[in-house]
């Protein structure tokens, strides 16, 4: 399985280093499709993974490990996206060594499949999986593991939520897996989506389980109003899809 190649520890680990440092974090933004990219590292290992990147802004985000001496291991992303094309394969170009990586149930290509209850080790740190599909069946929630924070993807966001009305998304399935797997998880836990358009950047479990207007209905109203929402498609869908199916393991542009 994958999971050997992905060093998976299904064990709970500090979210301190041996030294005591946090996990050095940083979040990135690109605006064309309003994406948040995250850097998570170990500043006593050097050891990194990046989350969600996108294709113009891989070289900012290469710059960047470099400027901080870290070595990335994994591009991560959580989910196959339809509104930009992830940047796993230019930062397997730039930064040699670099794996992409991707849910088994999205049906993506990657050079490494995760799966619900895996953790994504780097140095001392570890993000655990969990699945979150709705939007897609391929979605996951990345959570540090000592739950201080959760990588959401599309399935949460700041007041807010993916949509379900393509990629095989279904509103029941992701009102169920925001509950399960994501409220569930500390009240305190920060909230760091794959997206947001009205310039917040972090939120709390306990916030979005407590204000955020959709997923506070019932699962009968969501479901109502996620089928009416009536969005047009995304930009940028026909060819992003294609390429996210790759998933960072097609050749990058020259």
């Known amino acids: 399985m994958a999971g050997v190649a992905l060093r998976v520890a299904r064990r709970q680990l500090s979210q301190r280093s041996r030294s005591g440092v946090p996990v050095l974090l940083r979040q990135m933004f690109e605006p064309k499709s309003c994406t948040y990219t995250y850097l998570l590292g170990d500043r006593e290992t050097g050891e990194a993974v990046l989350i ?7 070289p ?23 509104d930009h094309i992830t940047g796993s394969g230019v930062l397997r ?7 992409s990586v991707i849910s088994r149930c999205s049906g993506a290509q990657a050079d490494l499949h995760i799966e619900d209850g895996d953790s994504i080790r780097f140095g001392h740190f570890a993000l655990e999986t969990r699945a979150s599909p709705g939007h897609t069946p391929g979605c996951v929630t990345f ?10 993807g599309d399935a949460l966001l ?12 279904c509103a029941k399935t992701l009102y169920h897996s925001v509950h399960k797997n994501i409220f569930t998880l500390p009240g305190e836990c920060l909230v760091y989506p794959a997206h947001d358009y009205h310039g917040l950047t972090v939120s709390t479990v306990e916030e979005e389980r407590t204000l955020n207007p959709r997923l506070t209905l019932s699962c009968e109203e969501f479901v109502k109003l996620m089928d009416n929402l009536n969005l ?10 294609p390429a996210n199916m790759r998933c960072g393991v097609q050749t990058p542009p020259s």
């Open 232 to 241: 047009p498609k995304p930009v940028q869908i026909d060819v992003a899809v």
């Open 93 to 99: 170009s730039l930064l040699p060594g670099c794996q």
């Open 52 to 58: 969600d990147p996108v294709l113009e802004t891989a």
């Open 158 to 169: 700041i007041r807010g939520c993916g949509r379900t009305d393509f990629q095989q998304g």
């Open 143 to 152: 959570v540090l593991n000592d739950h201080s924070m959760a990588f959401t």
């Open 60 to 82: 900012r985000d290469a710059q960047l490990v470099k400027e901080l001496g870290l070595r990335l291991l994994y591009a991560v992303n959580t989910h196959c996206h339809a």
